[in-house]
């Protein structure tokens, strides 16, 4: 079982900065941040990081709101892109109705966003529906199957 680890100020301040490098991001997250072996991030309530988790067995905790991908680029969750993406500057990509359904399939989406590198914010009309990465003319789709719908079109 993997241990999470409470993130310093310092880490925070980083993956803050990542954030705001990636989407423009510059509003403040109060939150405490905790770190898995998988580079996964979630965020709780300040509160927790009073608690002494050195000896608990626990994998995951709080709400799970992104990944730190080969230690340079962050891939939000779909909740961390509704946290984000509200406040977000830059890297949106804002989808057709076709494309939103497309995507909630967990397809990837063909479509020309050259001014866009690495992970953009998927978005339709106002809803924020998670991160994709920008490669060869393609959307890569993210979206866990588990969470994937099943759309008759």
């Not at 925070?12 to 770190?35: M, N, P, T």
């Not at 340079?72 to 961390?80: A, D, F, V, Y």
């Not at 690495?118 to 199957?145: C, Q, R, W």
């Amino acid at each position: 079982m993997q241990q999470l680890k409470i993130l310093k100020r310092k880490e925070v301040k980083q993956l803050l900065a990542k954030i705001k490098e990636q989407w423009g991001y510059s509003k403040s997250l109060d939150y405490a941040f905790l770190r898995s072996s998988k580079d996964k991030i979630y965020i709780v309530n300040k509160d927790f990081a009073k608690i002494d988790i050195s000896k608990l067995k626990i994998d995951k905790i709080g709400l799970y709101f992104c990944t730190v991908v080969n230690k340079n680029e962050i891939r939000l969750s779909i909740e961390g892109s509704q946290i984000v993406g509200p406040y977000a500057t830059k890297n949106i990509i804002e989808l057709s109705r076709s494309e939103m359904k497309e995507w909630l399939q967990g397809v990837n989406i063909e479509k020309d966003v050259r001014e866009i590198g690495g992970f953009a914010i998927i978005k339709y009309d106002s809803d924020f529906m998670g991160t994709g990465k920008v490669k060869e003319g393609k959307i890569l789709n993210y979206i866990p199957k588990a969470r994937r719908i099943k759309i008759s079109l």
